[in-house]
């Protein structure tokens, strides 16, 4: 990956992060990092 490419994802991020704090007070990262745990909780029974 080349610098400006990981410039531009890391510049969408933040910028998704923001929205998420302004708009909802960070309940949709919050949302999507409980599932996150969630699917490695499951990936784990797996293992």
Request: glycine share 4%; aromatic share 12%; with cysteine.
């Amino acid at each position: 990956m080349s610098n400006r490419a990981a410039l531009g994802l890391f510049a969408l991020i933040v910028t998704a992060l923001c929205a998420d704090y302004a708009l909802n007070g960070f309940s949709a990262t919050l949302f999507l990092a409980r599932k996150f745990v969630d699917l490695t909780n499951a990936l784990a029974v797996w293992r």
